[in-house]
């Protein structure tokens, strides 16, 4: 276990080094689904981070009990049960948000998101360790969906949580609230995330 | 007439309105993944139809018979514990998420198995892809929607029945393979032109995903023409599935372009 990267290097990596979105290209339904707004997109966040932090204690506390072959089916299960505790906890709750991300939050559970950092992470390192790997990849994936959201609801509706930043003379590009909007954008931004990659990467080879 | 019309206005709203990969978002992984060879990408296609149709077909069968209040199952089954009224009133619909999850895991381990042992040669060509359909989003996509039309209806008589989940599930597998093997094609073009390095493979396909949606909203509205074309009569009750709730900003916005 000599290899394996710290709890906090994996608290870090996961922000933005291994971003989830960005690098990991996972996870990518709700990331186009829910975010034509900033309130789903963090209210989405917020359940992905809580199922995936206890998928990952769960998982790790009882990583010397599983058996190769079943594992996946231990994983969905897993996350199915806390996927049911958030949707029940939202429709209690924020009953009106729970209508708006209608069936992307039952769809937590297939998100390969968490199924992977069950796999890579939590199967195999300690409860504290895999506890850090999920805020950390919870706090990823909530940052890229605010950062497309905002380019979607300012660009959109010319709003920024549901208030106006836009003069009115701004003519709504409703195209950027419907599905072609979520796709352009995280093609775009994924694109220019990518050359600051190769900007950065080239800089230090020169030094 | 009013049953076929509802099912043939189900199966085009689910393979090109509302098409699952350019509309709702699921299935992308496959999408952005698998979607590099034609061969590859209809072959993903056809296996994720075949699940998709399956898995319509358990899903339905479990939540009418065992979660919904008053389910012969379950209350059936109650009732040796309980007294009549209490036992029809149990309601399991709070564990659909996990019966779902292990049905579709377990149907796909199934068709698995039958594949390989009748038809090595379809086994083959699906490869890989039959294991990982298990996370595909669009199954259990299909499943919650045709939930969502069983549990909790108004009446019982708007409550869908077996072909018309069936109907959704098919050809929303169609409309999935549709748009797969169309971004394939486009992707095979794209090795031989000059893309900017930064975009190469993901972004650029993300990118033609939005021309693509954009491409499919010209659909929009091709279902109430087909109303007014066939049914002129106002009162046929038909299912409303493009309307959809759960999404109030996008439903909203399409009326806005449909009714400027």
């Keep these: 276990m000599a290899d394996m990267p710290t709890a906090f290097e994996r608290f870090v990596q996961g922000i933005l080094p291994e971003n989830p979105v960005y690098r990991q290209l996972l996870g990518?339904?709700?990331?186009?689904?829910?975010?034509?707004?900033?309130?789903?997109?963090i209210t989405m966040a917020c359940s992905v981070g809580f199922v995936l932090l206890c998928a990952n204690v769960v998982i790790s506390l009882i990583r010397n009990l599983l058996k190769p072959h079943l594992r996946i089916v231990v994983f969905t299960l897993t996350i199915a049960t806390f996927v049911t505790i958030a949707d029940r906890f939202l429709a209690a709750y924020l009953f009106q948000m729970s209508k708006t991300l209608g069936p992307y939050i039952p769809l937590i559970i297939v998100n390969c998101l968490i199924i992977c950092r069950c796999e890579v992470c939590a199967s195999k390192q300690s409860v504290f360790t895999a506890a850090s790997d999920a805020l950390g990849q919870a706090l990823g994936f909530g940052l890229a969906l605010s950062s497309i959201a905002a380019v979607r609801e300012i660009l959109g509706t010319g709003m920024f949580f549901g208030i106006r930043v836009l003069p009115e003379a701004w003519p709504d590009w409703v195209i950027m609230v419907l599905p072609p909007g979520a796709f352009l954008t995280l093609g775009?931004?994924?694109?220019?995330?990518?050359?600051?990659g190769m900007v950065k990467s080239r800089r230090s080879a020169n030094d | 007439m009013?049953?076929?019309?509802?099912?043939?206005?189900i199966a085009l709203t689910a393979a090109l309105i509302n098409n699952f990969v350019l509309y709702y978002f699921v299935g992308i992984c496959p999408?952005?993944?698998?979607?590099r060879k034609v061969e590859m990408a209809l072959?993903?296609?056809?296996?994720?139809?075949?699940?998709?149709?399956?898995?319509?077909?358990?899903?339905?069968?479990?939540?009418?018979m065992v979660l919904i209040p008053g389910a012969p199952v379950s209350s059936f089954v109650a009732g040796f514990f309980l007294s009549q009224e209490a036992a029809a009133r149990i309601d399991l619909t709070v564990l659909s998420y996990i019966v779902y999850i292990f049905s579709i895991a377990s149907s796909v381990q199934f068709v698995e198995m039958y594949v390989r042992k009748f038809f090595p040669m379809l086994y083959r060509s699906f490869g890989v892809f039959l294991p990982l359909i298990t996370t595909n989003c669009a199954i259990l996509f299909a499943?919650?929607?045709?939930?969502?039309?069983?549990?909790g209806v108004e009446n019982p008589e708007d409550a869908w029945d077996l072909g018309r989940a069936i109907a959704l599930a098919f050809f929303g597998g169609v409309g999935f393979t549709i748009a797969i093997v169309i971004m394939s094609g486009i992707r095979e073009e794209l090795e031989l032109c000059d893309i900017p390095e930064p975009f190469k493979d993901a972004a650029i396909t993300l990118v033609i995903g939005g021309i693509l949606a954009i491409a499919f909203m010209g659909f929009t509205g091709v279902d109430s023409g087909l109303?007014?074309?066939i049914m002129p009569v106002q009162e046929v009750q038909v299912s409303t599935w493009v309307q959809e709730e759960s999404h109030p900003r996008v439903a909203a916005?399409?009326?806005?372009?449909r009714v400027p």
């Design chain 2, 143 to 151: 499943c919650l929607t045709i939930m969502s039309h069983v549990v």
């Design chain 2, 227 to 229: 109303r007014e074309a």
């Design chain 2, 253 to 257: 916005h399409f009326n806005q372009v």
């Design chain 1, 188 to 196: 775009l931004l994924l694109g220019f995330v990518n050359w600051l």
């Design chain 1, 28 to 41: 990518l339904c709700p990331t186009l689904a829910v975010t034509n707004g900033m309130k789903p997109a």
């Design chain 2, 2 to 9: 009013t049953y076929v019309f509802d099912i043939m206005l």
């Design chain 2, 43 to 64: 072959g993903m296609g056809l296996a994720v139809t075949f699940v998709i149709s399956i898995a319509a077909f358990i899903s339905w069968s479990i939540t009418t």
């Design chain 2, 31 to 35: 999408f952005v993944g698998v979607s």
